[in-house]
């Protein structure tokens, strides 16, 4: 009789701690939008928390004083932030490392190194954590970092800087690098030279003593097309390039180190006189991709299916993006939602996404922030 007791006792307090544990588990998603700040002290980064279920987002965090944080890259556990400071102003721009208090939505300051170059456009982080490339565009230069185990950035241990040009002489005068990515396999680093119309790529170890950028191949774009940014696939085979002076989106194969031409597809909709197309990102199944087109009666994110054998695109339609100059765009963690940030408009656009059709309806709801640049979204578990 006292065993069954004991047994009983010990079933409750079991029920007890399996529903406290079940109420102490919660999820937030965080988004982090960099802003240019008309190239003096201003709001640079704002956190809101996003409701991942009704795709409102409420301010939780802004941060002031700093210059044109005009790029954001969070880490691969999400633990810090990465900024660009001071883009497209006269003098070195810097790269500022935060750490992120997921649970109030905060942001605190580790550190800031100098970026080696003028005008930082784009930051990417290796497979592994522990590297940082920083592009900058108008001295057309690459840096690398090395990150602490605190997430905190060493001055740069390489600068690699690039002399070229190309068709278009207003826009390619001299090499313009816009952005970089670590391959799939963290074997290579691309290099996207818009001046040149080339993607310049490098050997990477992350193993080795040094860890330097070594041994560049240089894949020739057509003339004229200005690479901006790329995507890599979910599977690790393909690779898609944006061009801002044609408009077009390149598909490529990636083998053996090397990005192999595929096919090239129209991303705008509409002729433009000048093409600014700038972001492009794909699902989180790898079924659709997606490309932000800026210019006048156009503002629209071009929407593609992907062929899961061989890479290719198919084009489905283009959405308006109700704002002017949408730069950067990003796709929430489980792939019900895309945002796009309008520059000029001063405005982020929340769509819901069909995940089986890769369509995007614009939900009622809009986030005002001045001159948005750059989104990071990450959800995050914050049990108690």
Same mark, same amino acid.
């Given at each position: 009789?006292?065993?069954?007791?004991?047994?009983?006792?010990?079933?409750?307090?079991?029920?007890?701690?399996?529903?406290?544990?079940?109420?102490?588990?919660?999820?937030?998603?965080?988004?982090?939008?960099?802003?240019?700040?008309?190239?003096?002290?201003?709001?640079?980064?704002?956190?809101?928390?996003?409701?991942?279920?009704?795709?409102?987002?409420?301010?939780?965090?802004?941060?002031?004083?700093?210059?044109?944080?005009?790029?954001?890259?969070?880490?691969?556990?999400?633990?810090?932030?990465?900024?660009?400071?001071?883009?497209?102003?006269?003098?070195?721009?810097?790269?500022?490392?935060?750490?992120?208090?997921?649970?109030?939505?905060?942001?605190?300051?580790?550190? #800031?190194?100098?970026?080696? !170059?003028?005008? *930082?456009? %784009?930051?990417?982080?290796?497979?592994? $954590? +522990? /590297?940082?490339? &920083?592009?900058?565009?108008?001295?057309?230069?690459?840096?690398?970092?090395?990150?602490?185990?605190?997430?905190?950035?060493?001055?740069?241990?390489?600068?690699?800087?690039?002399?070229?040009?190309?068709?278009?002489?207003?826009?390619?005068?001299?090499?313009?690098?816009?952005?970089?990515?670590?391959?799939?396999?963290?074997?290579?680093?691309?290099?996207?030279?818009?001046?040149?119309?080339?993607?310049?790529?490098?050997?990477?170890?992350?193993?080795?003593?040094?860890?330097?950028?070594?041994?560049?191949?240089? #894949?020739?774009?057509?003339? !004229?097309?200005? *690479?901006? %940014?790329?995507?890599?696939?979910?599977? $690790? +085979? /393909?690779?898609? &390039?944006?061009?801002?002076?044609?408009?077009?989106?390149?598909?490529?194969?990636?083998?053996?180190?090397?990005?192999?031409?595929?096919?090239?597809?129209?991303?705008?909709?509409?002729?433009?006189?000048?093409?600014?197309?700038?972001?492009?990102?794909?699902?989180?199944?790898?079924?659709?991709?997606?490309?932000?087109?800026?210019?006048?009666?156009?503002?629209?994110?071009?929407?593609?299916?992907?062929?899961?054998?061989?890479?290719?695109?198919?084009?489905?339609?283009?959405?308006?993006?109700?704002?002017?100059?949408?730069?950067?765009?990003?796709?929430?963690?489980?792939?019900?939602?895309?945002?796009?940030?309008?520059?000029?408009?001063?405005?982020?656009?929340?769509?819901?996404?069909?995940?089986?059709?890769?369509?995007?309806?614009?939900?009622?709801?809009?986030?005002?922030?001045?001159?948005?640049?750059?989104?990071?979204?990450?959800?995050?578990?914050?049990?108690?």
């Amino acid at each position: 009789m006292q065993l069954n007791k004991i047994l009983k006792c010990l079933s409750l307090i079991l029920v007890f701690l399996l529903l406290v544990g079940c109420q102490s588990k919660k999820e937030t998603t965080l988004l982090f939008v960099g802003s240019f700040t008309d190239k003096k002290p201003g709001e640079g980064i704002h956190v809101f928390e996003f409701n991942n279920e009704t795709g409102e987002a409420s301010l939780k965090f802004t941060l002031d004083s700093v210059t044109n944080t005009s790029f954001l890259k969070l880490s691969n556990n999400g633990k810090y932030l990465y900024s660009v400071m001071d883009s497209q102003m006269p003098y070195h721009g810097k790269i500022a490392v935060f750490a992120v208090d997921s649970i109030n939505g905060k942001l605190d300051l580790i550190n #800031i190194q100098d970026c080696g !170059g003028l005008n *930082p456009a %784009h930051i990417d982080i290796d497979k592994t $954590g +522990k /590297f940082l490339a &920083s592009s900058q565009y108008s001295d057309g230069s690459l840096s690398l970092f090395k990150i602490n185990r605190d997430g905190s950035l060493k001055p740069h241990s390489q600068v690699l800087r690039f002399k070229d040009s190309s068709v278009i002489k207003e826009r390619q005068e001299a090499s313009h690098i816009h952005s970089s990515n670590f391959s799939p396999d963290n074997e290579f680093l691309f290099a996207h030279d818009l001046g040149a119309d080339k993607i310049r790529g490098f050997s990477f170890n992350s193993n080795t003593k040094d860890s330097l950028l070594n041994n560049e191949n240089q #894949i020739k774009m057509k003339p !004229g097309s200005g *690479p901006r %940014h790329f995507a890599f696939h979910p599977n $690790g +085979k /393909f690779g898609y &390039s944006i061009a801002e002076l044609s408009g077009k989106l390149t598909a490529f194969n990636f083998r053996n180190g090397d990005l192999e031409y595929v096919e090239d597809y129209q991303s705008y909709q509409k002729h433009q006189n000048i093409y600014r197309a700038a972001d492009v990102h794909i699902s989180p199944d790898g079924k659709f991709l997606y490309a932000s087109n800026r210019g006048p009666e156009e503002d629209s994110i071009s929407i593609f299916s992907i062929n899961p054998e061989n890479g290719t695109l198919t084009l489905i339609e283009h959405e308006r993006t109700y704002g002017e100059h949408p730069r950067n765009f990003a796709i929430e963690p489980s792939g019900e939602f895309l945002l796009v940030a309008n520059q000029f408009t001063n405005n982020i656009i929340v769509f819901r996404r069909d995940i089986k059709t890769g369509k995007l309806s614009k939900l009622n709801q809009e986030i005002v922030v001045k001159n948005p640049s750059s989104l990071q979204i990450r959800t995050y578990d914050v049990s108690l």
